[in-house]
C-alpha cells in the first residue's frame, strides 16, 4: 500500500504551483530611525470559532501587504469546539504552528497569541508574544470567576512574555449602551497586567473612550480585525480599501523590534481612512508622506507642489500662520498630487527663504476628537 | 466544569454576527427556457492538498454571486494526509459537509465531488453529484495500475449517479509539451465513463484540443479554478476579474436543474472575458447581454444605441451584410452603451422597418479557434 | 469651392458616431413624493476661466450620471478673456447655448448661469435660471463698488427670475483665516437677493460656518464643484469617488421643478463620503437606502439584514434604545449587506412583532457637526 | 472702465489654484539604450470636430501619465466650423498653439499636427511635427480630386518636415467591408509620402490588413485614439484600463528623439492588453516587464518567481524547450506576481546553472496573428 501512495504522490507535487500571487498592498513609509511594520494583532481561525485556515490569513497579509498578524484564538475549551468534539487531533497552539509554518518564506512575521474570554468584567484579552495557549486555558479555566480567572491567564501569559492587551472595550455584547471602565480594569492596570488597548476593533470600529484611556494612562493602542471569516468578505477591496491595522515604528523588520515597539507604545493605528497616535510618530509620518516635489516662487507668492505617494488620505485644515493666506481644507489623496498657493496677507511682508505654514490634519488624531497640528516647512 | 463552560460559551454568540457583506457580484443574465447558474465545478480545501477551510469556498462564492460549487477534494489517502496523519478525525465527505452545513440560507448550493488522481494516462477526473468519497477512494486504491484504479473509481461513481469529467488534459505536469487523448480515454469514453472536459483550469488555462474535443465527442465542456489557495490571490478582484466559471443553463434553480443540464451539455465557460459554448445557448446569451435601447432612423440611415448591463465584455466585427456600412470592430464594455450607425452602401437601397446585420462575436467561441456567428435584428 | 466643402464633409459624418460610453453612474434612490435629482450647481468653462469646452461638462455628467449641471461663467469682462480679445466671437451666453444643445437627447438639463464676481465683501454670487448673462455683465460693471456691483446684478438676476447663491464664503482667497458674514450679507439677505449658500465647494471643502448660517437663516444649503479643469483630474473615479453633488428632491424629472425644489430648500448634499440636510429629507433617504432584506426571530433575539443598494455609505452609531443591545458602530457600505443582531438586555423582554432601534448617522449631518438622528423601524 | 476690470482680475488668481490633481499612470520600463515615451498620435479638440478644448488633451495626457500627444486637428475649411464661420477668430494652428502653452511646465510634449481629410482613396492621413497647417489645409483645398489634394498637402507636409501616416485605413466609412490597399497608397508610398500607418484606431480597433503592410513594407506601425470626445468616456479608467498608446522607443525625453524614433519605425503599439511591434524592441520590452525576483534550485527542478511591476500584462504559452516540463499557459498580470516550477522532463538531465525555457508571448504580436517568440534565461 505504501508504495502506490508514494507513487500515486509523486504525480501531483503541488497543482497549485506555477501560479500567479495578485496583491493590492498598502503603501506607508518608513519614519526616521524606524521602520513601519504594518500588521494585525487580532484573528480568528476555525480553530476556535473561525471559518477560515490559518494559512487563509497569511495569504490575506501577502495580499495586503502587510509585514506581520498574529493568531488569537479564543483559549477556552469552549471556543476550540473542534478540539474539543474532536474532529482536530491537536491542542491550541496548532493554529499558530500552521500558519507560521506556511508564512516561512513568504515574508510575513506570524505572531503566536491567544485571547482570554470571560464575561465583563473585565471581558477580552488579548495575550500575544506567547509561546503556550494550552498555559493559558488552563489557567482561564482555573475559576468560575470571570476576573479570577482573567487575572489567572493574565499572570501566566506574563510569566511567558506576552503583551497583553484589553479587546474591544466597546463591544455591544459587553458594553451595550457605553464603555465602562470598570474597577477590575484598574485593578488589572495596576498589577501590571494591562500593556494595551483596541482602540479600533473590525466589528465594533472605533471606541473614543479607549483611546483616550489609552492616552491618559499610557496604555498602547492597538487596532484588531477580529476576523472569523475571510477578510474579502469584510474588506472592500474592490474599491481600494485596506482593512484596519497597526502601524508599529520598529527598530528592525523582525518580530522582537514589533514587541519592543508594543511594549513602548510606538504604534499608530490606521483604519477607514484615519490615523490615529502620538504625535512624535504622527508628525514624522505625515513628513514622509507629503513630499514637496517643487516649490515656485513669483513676485504674488510661492506655490508648493505635494505628492503622496502612500495609501493614506490627508485631510488638511488651515491652522494658525494668520500672516499667510492659502488653502483652508484641502485632501490630499492616495497617489496624487496637490498645489498649494501661498500668498502673504500683508503686501509688504516678504516671504523669505524659508517659512512655514501651519494645518490641522483632520483624519490624524492624537487623542479622541483632537486632530494633529501639523506644520509644513519649505525651505 | 460542564456549567462553566456553558456559562462561558454565552458570553460570545458569534462576535462576528453584526457584520458587513462586501459582494463583487458577476452579472449574468438568464436566457429564454433556462436560468443561468453560475458556478465552480473544481475547488479544493485542506482536506485534500488546499490551503483553506471549506466555508472559505462558500464565503468567495456569495463575494462573486454564484449559485452553486462543487468540492472535489484529492480522494486519496495519499493526498488527504491531514486525515491519513490524525490532524482531523474524519472521513472523506467532511469537507463537503461543512461547506453545504455553512452555506444553508446563504443561497448557494454545494455539491458533493470528489477528484480521483492518478498517473497520466488516464490523469485526473472529477465525479460530482456523488454522495460517498470514501467508497471512490477505496475504488481507486483497488489498483496500482492508474487505468484500473481510475475505471474503477469512475464506475463506483457511476453508480453513485455521478458526473464525471476529465479535468485539466493539458496540465503540464501530465502532458509536458502537447495535450494528448491517449487511448486509454476512447477506453474510458466508450465504457460511458466520461461526461465532460475541462476546457479551461485557472491552473493551466484554455485547452484548444480538449475544446475540440468536447465538440467532436459530445461532451459537456467544463471549468474549474481547481484553486488550492484563496481566491483572492489569484484572481485581480481589485481590477474587475472573476474567476474562471461555468454559466449552467438550468430548467431550475436546484442541484438536480445543474445536474440535469450539465447531463445534457447546457453549459458555457466563462473565463479571462471569453466565453465558450454551442452557439444554441450563446446565440441567446448574447440577444440578453446586449438590449437594444433605442433605434433612431434619420434620411441618412439607422443609429441603434446598445447597453450592456452584464460583467461580460462583447467584442464585435462586422461580417457578412456587405449591402450596410457600419462599425467593422467594436467592444461593448460591462456597464456601458454604444452606438451603431448603419447605413446603406447603395443609396437607393431603402432601410425598412426591420433589418439585420451580422457580427463575429471575437471573444465568443463555439468551438476551438471558432468565433459566434451573431445576427443584431433590428425591428 | 462650395461644392468642395459639402463633398469633403459628406466624407466624415462623425468619425467618433459609432462609440462606446463608459458610464460610473453615482445611485441615489428616489424618496417618497421626490425624485432625487443630482446635479452640480457650479460649473466653469473657457468662456470665462476654466479649461475646458462647454460640451465637456456635459460629458462628465453624463459619466457620473447627474441629472442636471449648472454652467456659471463668471460674468465679468476681466474673466471672459477670450471673448473681450476676440478669440471668441459671442456674448456670454454661448457657453451656456453649447452645453445645452449638446445635451438635447443626452438626458442632461443644463441650467443657464453666471457667477458674479466681486471682491469681499460680498464676495462671487452664483445666479442661476437666468436668460441673459450680458445683462448680469453689465449690472455687475455698473459700479466700481462691489457691494453695489454685486447688488446691481442680483436684481437684474432677480428680475430674470434667478436662483441666487452666495458662493465660497470660506474661499482662502476672500476669507483667508475665517469664515465671515459681513453687513453688506445682511443688507443682501434682508433684501432679498440671497436664496442659497454653497457649504461645500470643491476647491475650498465644507464650510460649518456656512452650514450653520444656512439652517439658521432657511437659506438653501448648495453643493458645487466650481470645477474649472477637467474633473477626472479632481475626482478619484478609479477608486470609486463621485464629485460633491446636490441631491435635489423635485416633484418632476423637470428643470422647473429643480427650479422649485432649490427654491423651496429641497436639497440635500453629497459630498466626500457624507450628506448634508434636513432631517425631513434625509430620514426618507436613509430609509430608501437601507433596505431590510430579511428578519429573522429566535428566542435568544432578532437578525435583521440590511442591504445598501446606494452609492452613500451609511455610518450607524447606536443610540437610545438602552432596552436592546445591538451592534453599536457599523458602516454599510454601498453595494453591500450587513446583518445586526439585537437582543433583549432584560432577558425578561419580549421582542414582539414591531420594534425600533435607534441610530445616529454619522455620515448625515442636519446641521454643523449634528449628526441625523434615525430609528430603524421592524415590523 | 480699464480700472476696474484690473481691480475685479486681482480678486481671482485662479480659483482652482490650490488643487489636487489625481493621476492613474501607465506604467512602462525603459528598454537598454532606449527611454520609452508613451504618446498618442491622433486626437481632435473644438478646433474641428472634437467636443473638448486643447488644454483637456493636455490634462488628459497627465491624467494616464503619458510622455506626448499630437494634436492633429482636420484642417480642412469644412471640418473647421468655428473657425469659418467665426465663432472662433483664429487661424488653424491654434488647436496646438493653446495646448503647447498650457503643456508647458507640466511634462507633456505636445505635437503640432493637422489631419488631411478626404475621400478614399486615399483616406485619412495625418502630418505630424508640422509648423503650419493654414499652409496644409491650402494644399488639400488646392484640388476637388481627392487623390490630388492628398498628394498636394503631404507634399506641403513633407516640406514641413511631417512624420506621415495614413490613418484607420479599416474605419466602416472608406472601407465597409473590407481593407483595401488602393493603387494610389502605391503611388503615395512609392512617392516616399508615407511613413506610417494606423493599425490601432480607438474607434475601428485593431486592423490585422495594416499590421501586415507595415511589416511587408517597413512602414512604422502607428496608434491613435483619434479621440473626439472626452476620453474618460471611451476608456473604462475605473476598471483600470488605458486608452491605446504608442510607445516610442526614443534615444531622449525630446520632440527631436521621439521623432527620430518614429522616423526609424522605433515604435509599438499597447492598446486593449495587446502589444503589437517588432521583436528587436518587444525582446527586450518583455525583460524589462518580468522581473526574476528569486531562483530556487530543489532536486527535482527549479522554480522561478517573477514580477511584473508593469501596467502590461503578459500571456504565455509554452513553446519548445521540449526537455523541460513547465506551465503551458499562464498570464502574469499587471502588479502581480507568478511562480514558474521547471523540472527536467528526463530524470537524468541535470538542471545546471543556466538554463532557457521558451515560450509564446500570446498577447505580443510581430505580425498579424504571429506571437512574439520569447526566452526567459535563468542564470
Redesign the interface.
Known amino acids: ?1 505504501k ?7 509523486s ?14 498592498p498598502v503603501i506607508v513609509p518608513d519614519i526616521p530611525g524606524y521602520v513601519t511594520m504594518k500588521g494585525d494583532m487580532h484573528l480568528h ?2 480553530f476556535s ?1 473561525g ?3 490559518p ?2 490569513r497569511v ?2 497579509a ?2 495586503e501587504g502587510l509585514d506581520f498578524i498574529a493568531i488569537t484564538d ?1 483559549v ?4 476550540t469546539k473542534r478540539i474539543r468534539d ?5 491542542d491550541r497552539n ?1 493554529s499558530f504552528e500552521i500558519a507560521r509554518d ?1 508564512a516561512k518564506n513568504r515574508g510575513v512575521i506570524v505572531i503566536h497569541g491567544g485571547e482570554i ?4 468584567p473585565p471581558g477580552h484579552f488579548n495575550a500575544t508574544f506567547v509561546n503556550d495557549c494550552e498555559a493559558l486555558s488552563a489557567a482561564s ?1 482555573s475559576s ?1 470567576n470571570h476576573f479570577e480567572g482573567m487575572t489567572a491567564a493574565l499572570k501566566e501569559a506574563r510569566r511567558q512574555g506576552a503583551f497583553l492587551v484589553w479587546n474591544h472595550p ?8 457605553e464603555t465602562v471602565w470598570h474597577p477590575e480594569h484598574s485593578d488589572i492596570y495596576e498589577a501590571g497586567l494591562m500593556d494595551g488597548i483596541e482602540i479600533f476593533n473590525h ?4 471606541s473614543p473612550e479607549a483611546h483616550h484611556w489609552a492616552v491618559e494612562k499610557g496604555l498602547t493602542i492597538v487596532s484588531g480585525t ?5 477578510l ?9 480599501a485596506f482593512r484596519p491595522m497597526n502601524l508599529v515604528f520598529a527598530t528592525a523588520r523582525s518580530e522582537e523590534a514589533i514587541y519592543g515597539a508594543l511594549k513602548e507604545g510606538r504604534n499608530a493605528v490606521f483604519a ?1 481612512g484615519k490615523v490615529y497616535g502620538d504625535a512624535r510618530f504622527l508628525v514624522p509620518l505625515v513628513d514622509e508622506i507629503l513630499k514637496i516635489v517643487s516649490v515656485t516662487r513669483s513676485p ?1 507668492g510661492v ?1 508648493i507642489r505635494i505628492h503622496n505617494g502612500s495609501s493614506i488620505p490627508v485631510q488638511l ?2 491652522s494658525g500662520s ?1 500672516a ?10 492616495p ?7 501661498v500668498i502673504p ?1 500683508d503686501k509688504g511682508t516678504k516671504m523669505d527663504d524659508s517659512f512655514s505654514i501651519g494645518f490641522k490634519v483632520m483624519n490624524f488624531f492624537v487623542d479622541a476628537g483632537v486632530p494633529l497640528d501639523y506644520t509644513l516647512k519649505v525651505k
Open positions: 500500500m508504495r502506490i501512495l508514494v507513487s500515486v504522490l504525480l501531483i507535487f503541488s497543482a497549485a504551483a506555477s501560479a500567479q500571487t495578485v496583491t493590492h481561525t476555525v470559532d471559518t477560515v485556515w494559512t487563509t495569504e490575506e501577502i495580499l479564543h477556552e475549551v469552549g471556543l474532536g474532529l482536530f487531533n491537536c496548532k506556511f474570554t470571560r464575561g465583563m479555566a468560575k466597546h463591544w455591544n455584547r459587553q458594553a451595550p449602551n466589528c465594533d470600529g472605533y477580529d476576523a472569523h471569516t475571510m474579502a468578505s469584510r474588506v472592500d477591496y474592490v474599491h481600494g477607514e504674488k506655490s485644515e488651515k494668520t499667510y493666506g492659502y488653502i483652508r481644507s484641502i485632501t490630499v489623496l497617489g496624487s498630487d496637490c498645489t498649494i498657493n496677507l
